[in-house]
C-alpha cells in the first residue's frame, strides 16, 4: 500500500466513543482474523469537499464489510462531506484498497496532501475522482495538471499545482460505502 499511515492501538474508550455506529467494530481481533475476515479502521476523516484538518491517523480497531473480498492493505475510514453524494454519502464509512498498478484516472481514490512534506506522520486528506492531463516527451511523461473531482456538481474541482504533486500521495481506491 502506498499508505504511510502508522499503526497504533488506541484504548478501548476512545474506540468505542469513535466507532460504535460502525457495524462489526472489534478493537483487538484475533490475528487470524485480520486480512481474512476483518480489515483495519483508522482515525481518518477525509474530505468530500476540499481537503480535510491536518491529523495523522492511527488504527483504532478492525471491522468486517460485508460482502467484499479482503486483501491486505485495505482500511475503513470515514469520509465526511457531500462532493462525493450521492455515491459516498457525508459521515460514512468506507472501504479503501490499495490502488492496483497502472492508471488512476477515473478512479475514486483516497489522497493525503502534506504541505510539511513529511507523509509518515499524517497530513490532510480528501476522497475525489481523479483526473490527469498528460504530456508526452522523449525522455517519458509528465503530468500538466492533476485534479480531483467531485461527483456531486455543486462542488468545485480541487486543482493539484506542479509544485504540489510530490507532496501528494494517493493512499487507496475506494471500493465501498460499509454504512
Known amino acids: 500500500m502506498a499508505a504511510p499511515l502508522r499503526v497504533v492501538t488506541a ?3 476512545i474506540a468505542e466513543r469513535e466507532n460504535r455506529d460502525l457495524p462489526g467494530f472489534v478493537d483487538e481481533p484475533a490475528e487470524e482474523e485480520r486480512f ?3 480489515v483495519p479502521v483508522y482515525s481518518l476523516e477525509a474530505a468530500a469537499g476540499l481537503w480535510g484538518p491536518e491529523n495523522a491517523p492511527e488504527e483504532i ?11 491486505p492493505g485495505m482500511l475503513i475510514a470515514r469520509v465526511r462531506g457531500q462532493s462525493m453524494e450521492p455515491k459516498i454519502k457525508d459521515g460514512s464509512w468506507n472501504l479503501f484498497r490499495p490502488c492496483p498498478h497502472g492508471s488512476r484516472e477515473g478512479r475514486i481514490v483516497l489522497v493525503q496532501f502534506n504541505s510539511r512534506c513529511d507523509l509518515e506522520n499524517g497530513g490532510r486528506f480528501t476522497v475525489k475522482k481523479y483526473h490527469s492531463a498528460k504530456s508526452v516527451t522523449e525522455e517519458g511523461w509528465r503530468h500538466e495538471q492533476i485534479e480531483l473531482l467531485p461527483l456531486n456538481p455543486d462542488y468545485d474541482p480541487i486543482i ?5 504533486g510530490p507532496e501528494m500521495v494517493v493512499v487507496g481506491e475506494w471500493v ?4
Open 36 to 38: 481474512t475476515r476483518l
Open 176 to 179: 465501498s460505502l460499509i454504512q
Open 11 to 13: 484504548s478501548a474508550d
Open 160 to 164: 493539484v499545482a506542479p509544485h504540489e
Open 61 to 71: 480497531g478492525w471491522a468486517e464489510p460485508a460482502g467484499v473480498s479482503i486483501k
